[in-house]
């Protein structure tokens, strides 16, 4: 298909990245139903039907703020549903970020199992990790993504990722 028909077939694509990405929030918005912080499952299941491109960015889109506000092993305190952490390194790898999947899937074996079966009284990501004595382990992995990330303020690896995606592949963004 050649771009003018992904143009008529996909009016997103005519804007500029700014508003593709805005098209693509609101998208998210309407179709990524469910509370991602929650522990039961249900928001990657509903994701599950979405098509890959946008099934990708539904579950990446958490880790791009985990990211920004925290990091890649915090990330598992609050988005550690294995399910959603399954879909999220999917995600990744769909999007191209194959990298940024390792880095994820690492702290993924890392902190799965010690917060498995973390209590309120165990404290946040950094006391179990402390504790466990893997902080700098996860100090490694905290590192390495953000290095992933560093391309300038303002900007996010992840988001950029959706916006070349859904150019290149709108049928599996915009699909049914």
């Known amino acids: 298909m050649d771009e003018t028909s992904n143009h008529r077939s996909w009016p997103a694509l005519e804007k500029d990245d700014a508003g593709l990405q805005e098209e693509l929030f609101k998208l998210l918005t309407v179709r990524a139903v469910g509370d991602p912080y929650a522990d039961d499952g249900v928001f990657a299941a509903n994701i599950a039907s979405l098509p890959a491109g946008l099934r990708a960015m539904a579950a990446t889109h958490w880790l791009d703020l985990s990211l920004t506000l925290d990091s890649i092993?915090?990330?598992?305190?609050?988005?550690g549903e294995p399910k959603l952490a399954a879909e999220t390194e999917a995600g990744l790898r769909e999007l191209g970020l194959d990298e940024l999947a390792s880095c994820f899937a690492e702290a993924k074996e890392l902190m799965l199992p010690l917060l498995a079966q973390r209590t309120e009284a165990d404290g946040d990501p950094n006391e179990i990790l402390d504790r466990a004595g893997l902080r700098d382990r996860g100090d490694e992995l905290d590192q390495r993504a953000w290095a992933l990330d560093?391309?300038?303020?303002g900007r996010s690896v992840i988001y950029e990722a959706w916006i070349r995606y859904a150019r290149q592949h709108p049928e599996r963004v915009f699909g049914s």
């Open 73 to 79: 092993t915090w990330h598992f305190g609050n988005f």
């Open 150 to 153: 560093d391309l300038g303020a």
